[in-house]
């Protein structure tokens, strides 16, 4: 063999040990609750709120634009098998409430003749169990609430509460009797609200609430079309201020 055609032999082989290592890396995972194979686009939500009762609901749109109402819609979980959604023509979507299973997967299958397969969507759903429980809320002088003192709203509040688990995201809300004055969420156990941050009046009452909530998904569909969102409501705690 010249050594020219040794060259050319030898390149072969690289080229094509390349071509096989290449085939054999991983790929990229799809999204599996991807719907870009069907000749529709589903909005799934499934929403709980101090109970273990999720509502599911499902509203379908045709490539066309019109919402798809001849199609057949089942949750299936391992509490109660497969149920079928009812559709409600007045939302133009389909409805139905469903226990939350305990490994929190819920699937939602959707057939239609526009879909010569079904579509599945697997998404996750957990209850929140516990309520946040409000352990600190005082001024900076010391005053606190907790100890049926008014608060000076001219100093630094702090608010402090209990965990509801991993994944929360908690909402404060602080309202009169007319219209909501404060509003902020973290992921935080802990809140401090600067002084003088918003206007109140001596001898009013006022009202502090603390909810929690576990989200997963996108509740405005423009990334995702499903979400996922577990509420659970905290008390409310009244108070004044001086």
Known sequence: MTRNCFIKLAVFIVFALFLSCSNDE???EKDKNS????AFSPRISIVSQNTNIADVNVEIEGFDGNLV????????NNINGV????????????????PIPTDGLIK?????VLSPTPATYTIFHQQI????????????????VLLGMALDFLNEIQ???TSCGEGIVYHISIK?????LYEASTDSLTHFIPGGTFLISPGQIYYLQINAQRIIGDPFFQKINYYSAAIRTGDVISFNVR
């Not at 719907?35 to 069907?38: A, G, I, M, P």
């Not at 149920?83 to 469903?98: Q, R, V």
């Open 26 to 28: 991983p790929k990229e």
């Open 35 to 38: 719907s870009t194979n069907f």
């Open 159 to 161: 608010i402090g509460w």
């Open 129 to 144: 169990i516990n309520k946040p429980i409000i352990n600190v809320f005082e001024d900076s002088t010391g005053a606190s």
């Open 83 to 98: 149920n079928k959604c009812t559709y409600d023509p007045t939302t133009g979507s389909y409805n139905g409430k469903y």
């Open 69 to 76: 109402s001849g199609a057949v819609v089942l949750v299936s």
């Open 176 to 180: 009169s009797s007319l219209q909501t």
């Open 108 to 112: 939602i299958i959707i057939n239609s």
